[in-house]
């Protein structure tokens, strides 16, 4: 059973994210007063006001700003401790790897999968579907033990590159770029971007927003935050707005109502397999890590091959 402080401190975050009562209290799957009386109950035992309440707005109080990220590294840790006794006792050696739907078909993620299979049958693995949120989130309580995801991601998470690819934009079909062949920056500059949930880590909604242009010129961003890619996806289709994804969307979400265009001017995209820093030396991490970087090489060397043929094809033709 979990510590009725731990408890309290978790309902205390997402009462944090949520800034609302009746919000915080659905997610939870509380009522209204039950989750107040929790609050309550946690700041007379700290000696603490998170909270300011009125009858229209919640909000942290200075000190609840300044002790959020330690409630947060207190609740992670707990959960990480958790997880970890759990798996010693029941010998528990499978690896339980986090995909995002936009990158569970791409090549580079099943050569992955394939190769843990085959080399290490008894670690599984165990996928876990999420959404952009979880792929983090998921990591720092320790429920999953890597994730691929695109790359940048937070501090205390190590990145091992597999695949890199342009990043392309998507817009209504309805929209008068959609006549276009390909873009830049400044063709955009009038469209806001759907924008990626807020519990998003900054540096990776930054980057997917391509945020701030090469001028300097801050984004403008859509009212709505997805965590889902159908959900990106969607939002863009509407109109009036745009989303940056990487380039095998296109392939992998044709749609009627949206098309694709390549960005002149848009550094590209790297997907990675992610997880926390402190577990490096863990059996099943270092196995993945090395898989990882064994399908990277070999990835970067038939590129590096397919390169020099056509270097030798236009040689043959013009020489």
Avoid at 75 to 97: F, I
């Amino acid at each position: 059973m979990e510590d009725p402080t731990v408890h309290q401190l978790r309902l205390l975050l997402t009462l944090a994210e949520e800034l609302h009562f009746k919000r915080a209290a659905g997610r939870l799957y509380l009522t209204q007063p039950a989750l107040s009386q929790q609050i309550r109950s946690l700041e007379q035992r700290l000696g603490v006001k998170f909270f300011t309440r009125t009858s229209r707005r919640v909000e942290l109080t200075p000190t609840g700003q300044a002790l959020l990220p330690l409630v947060r590294n207190v609740v992670t840790a707990t959960e990480h401790l958790r997880n970890a006794a759990s798996r010693s006792a029941t010998g528990d050696t499978r690896l339980r790897l986090g995909v995002c739907e936009n990158v569970a078909a791409l090549e580079a993620t099943r050569s992955v999968l394939d190769a843990i299979s085959a080399l290490y049958p008894c670690m599984g693995p165990e996928i876990h579907v999420l959404d952009f949120v979880e792929q983090m989130t998921v990591l720092q309580s320790g429920a999953i033990d890597a994730v691929f995801a695109y790359l940048p991601v937070p501090d205390g998470l190590h990145s091992q590159p597999l695949a890199t690819e342009p990043r392309m934009v998507c817009v209504a079909s309805s929209d008068p770029l959609a006549e276009y062949s390909s873009v830049t920056l400044a063709d955009l500059a009038d469209y806001p971007v759907v924008s990626l949930a807020q519990q998003m880590h900054q540096g990776g909604r930054d980057f997917w927003a391509a945020d701030p242009r090469p001028d300097g010129s801050r984004v403008r961003y859509t009212g709505h935050h997805v965590t889902r890619f159908e959900s990106l996806l969607s939002m863009a289709s509407f109109g009036g707005a745009i989303a940056f994804v990487p380039s095998a969307a296109a392939r992998l979400y044709p749609r009627p109502d949206i098309r694709y265009l390549p960005v002149r001017d848009l550094p590209d995209c790297t997907l990675g397999v992610v997880w926390p820093a402190v577990d490096r030396d863990k059996p099943q991490i270092a196995a993945l890590e090395d898989i990882c970087k064994q399908l990277h090489s070999q990835r970067l060397l038939t590129s590096a091959m397919q390169n020099l043929t056509r270097l030798l094809e236009l040689e043959t033709t013009y020489c």
